[in-house]
């Protein structure tokens, strides 16, 4: 390796650049709330949901304290507990997973589809019992699952479909927004997501009013106004600072989203050439590029060759849920989760990230692939 080559260091990620880019807008915002003295919920937090309800084409929306949160208040909106079934994909983050077993529901997972990596429509029927009450969809890495089938078979089997929106803001199915398409969507602003806070914070959208009145209970213990509690709640509410940020960076974020797009081209038209699996897009839908993934051949000794030539990379995710400690079950049955698993390499990618980086992964990627 010569020097020129490991001298160069190429981030995962950095999130530094957008802030440089909003630096006066963020810290108005921020000083403004602090000077306002309301630190939780309040104007600046009801502003972020009538704000993002509109962005997200739905007509309520519910601020939380994070995504794993809005994901168990959302299953507990809906009635989800004790003796009922959810079906989840075999590939996500684990919060998609927990939030059922959270709620004391049974988690009954599904494997994805090849090439898409979203969950398969026909091994949702296949899974389905008389205790399944609701289906989880994820749009993995920012791309939309296939909500036509998987809607008409929640319709024929009268189960309710919560989309795990959490790494797709600004993905599109059919020219409507993911999140919007089920009986409710969540969407989690984590630093590093699509749309993100200075911390944690998260939504939950619908157009079922009578949900998200339930919902905003639950997340704020019990409580419809001082001193009246209705039920045993929680809190999970979001914090103005986070709010103040969001509302500033949500008028950025479809110029971010056009970025991720453009910036997931040009990898996509530089490694055409080489033996590994790019993503796919549809024709019908926008994938948002919340991670940029490629398949390949001895993914570990690639991963440790990029980090020796200063390249950072991840793995989403290197185990499939059904494997992990909490649920312990064979590989069997998700051939394609564990196939992703195997195989997957998240590389560098952000809305800013430098053509100069993606050049430095593509000439280290066609070394060694
Ligand atoms: C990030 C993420 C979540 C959880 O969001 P947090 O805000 O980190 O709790 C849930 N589901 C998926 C698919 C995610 O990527």
């Not at 009578?210 to 009246?228: F, S």
Request: proline letters at 5%; hydrophobic letters at 40%.
């Amino acid at each position: 390796m010569n020097q020129s080559r490991s001298s160069r260091q190429v981030p995962f990620v950095d999130l530094s650049c957008q802030y440089a880019s909003i630096q006066k807008e963020i810290d108005d915002a921020i000083s403004h709330v602090i000077h306002d003295g309301w630190f939780v919920g309040g104007k600046e937090v009801a502003a972020f949901e009538r704000n993002y309800a509109q962005y997200t084409g739905v007509k309520y929306c519910l601020g939380c304290a994070n995504g794993s949160d809005a994901l168990e208040i959302a299953l507990e909106g809906i009635g989800v507990g004790p003796n009922d079934e959810v079906i989840v994909p075999a590939m996500s983050w684990i919060a998609t997973s927990g939030a059922v077993g959270r709620v004391g529901a049974h988690v009954v997972f599904v494997d994805i589809l090849p090439g898409k990596f979203t969950i398969d429509p026909q091994d949702i029927v296949r899974k389905i019992t008389h205790r399944t009450k609701a289906i989880i969809v994820v749009h993995l890495y920012g791309r939309p699952a296939e909500m036509d089938e998987i809607l008409e078979i929640a319709r024929e089997n009268n189960l309710l479909v919560i989309e795990d929106a959490a790494q797709a803001h600004g993905a599109l199915y059919k020219g409507k927004p993911v999140g919007s398409l089920g009986h409710v969507g969540i969407f989690s602003f984590y630093p590093s997501k699509n749309l993100g806070s200075f911390g944690d914070a998260g939504c939950i959208v619908s157009n079922d009013g009578d949900l998200i009145t339930k919902c905003r209970w639950i997340a704020n213990n019990g409580q419809p106004e001082r001193n009246v509690h209705l039920i045993e709640g929680r809190n999970s509410r979001m914090d103005a600072i986070q709010a103040a940020v969001l509302n500033v960076k949500l008028r950025h974020l479809p110029l971010w989203i056009a970025q991720r797009s453009q910036k997931a081209r040009y990898y996509i038209d530089a490694l055409g050439e080489l033996p590994i699996e790019l993503p796919s897009m549809d024709k019908h839908s926008e994938h948002a590029f919340h991670l940029f993934i490629v398949l390949l051949d001895n993914r570990d000794h690639v991963q440790q060759y990029l980090t020796e030539c200063g390249v950072q990379t991840q793995i989403h995710y290197p185990s499939a849920l059904p494997m992990l400690k909490p649920y312990g079950l064979s590989s069997d049955e998700y051939p394609v989760a564990k196939m992703l698993a195997e195989r997957c390499i998240s590389l560098p990618f952000y809305p800013e990230i430098p053509e100069n980086d993606m050049d430095h992964v593509i000439d280290q990627l066609k070394h060694i692939v």
